[in-house]
């Protein structure tokens, strides 16, 4: 696999991973609710949602790392080719990083207060 399509495969997994961590806490309250066991409330159900948004944005900020990894490395010679690859994509995954640490933020608080907030 070129180097190319690596990295817009690991870009396309860092977006997916975003997706997923922004829609599991409206999910679990309006499609998945049907799974809820009978004794729990609907807050505790979204509350567990936060867990996911929180490894899920976590998540990105590993696969993002691991996509830039190989393209330059310290104390080698650079290959220009790699270089300018990586002055592409690294923004676009700085971006995500920053989008998951705020996502990572907003799960652990529905996490630990989402029973409250409904």
Not at 35 to 42: V, W
Not at 47 to 70: D, K, P, Q, Y
Not at 73 to 88: A, C, Q, R, V, W
Request: aromatic fraction near 14%; charged fraction near 15%; glycine fraction near 8%.
């Amino acid at each position: 696999m070129s180097d190319v399509a690596r990295i817009r495969l690991y870009f396309g997994i860092c977006l997916t991973l975003l997706i997923i961590a922004a829609i599991a806490p409206l999910a679990s309250v309006w499609w998945f609710d049907v799974f809820k066991p009978a004794d729990e409330s609907l807050g505790d159900w979204f509350s567990r949602s936060g867990a996911i948004t929180t490894i899920f944005s976590l998540l990105v900020t590993s696969v993002s790392s691991e996509a830039l990894r190989g393209l330059v490395i310290p104390g080698t010679m650079p290959d220009l080719d790699k270089i300018g690859l990586y002055n592409e994509f690294e923004p676009r995954f700085s971006w995500c990083e920053k989008l998951a640490l705020v996502m990572t933020i907003l799960g652990t608080f529905v996490w630990g207060y989402g029973s409250m907030m409904l």
